[in-house]
């Protein structure tokens, strides 16, 4: 998250950072970080809600509590996040995720 916030969009903002006083670059950068953490969070929320839904739904559907819910879940989650993307976008994401949900999925009933 620290590096994040090194992120710097044009020469003359580097330049303004790397005159100002170090308590003003650690007020900047904290305050940066503060509002990427706060996107990310959001982001994470989003996924979360849209996976832990989607499971809940399918699940109720088939009746069935085994990995199939999981997967089916992740592939509806990464096609939903990518629609703005196309059908292309939606094909990678869903099986991306799905392919993530499985790994996790099993790590879970592994251990």
């Known amino acids: 998250m620290f590096m994040s916030s090194m992120d710097m969009s044009s020469q003359a903002e580097f330049e303004r950072y790397q005159h100002m006083k170090t308590r003003d670059q650690i007020k900047?950068?904290?305050?940066d970080m503060g509002s990427?953490?706060?996107?990310t969070a959001k982001n994470f929320a989003l996924v979360g809600a849209i996976f832990?839904?989607?499971?809940c739904v399918i699940e109720?559907?088939?009746?069935?509590n085994d990995m199939?819910?999981?997967i089916t879940a992740g592939c509806f989650t990464g096609a939903t996040l990518a629609v703005r993307g196309g059908p292309k976008a939606m094909a990678t994401g869903c099986v991306g995720f799905a392919a993530f949900s499985a790994a996790i999925g099993e790590l879970v009933r592994i251990s």
């Open 52 to 55: 832990a839904s989607s499971e």
């Open 36 to 39: 990427r953490s706060y996107s």
């Open 60 to 64: 109720t559907y088939r009746a069935k």
């Open 28 to 31: 900047h950068t904290l305050k």
């Open 68 to 70: 199939y819910n999981g």
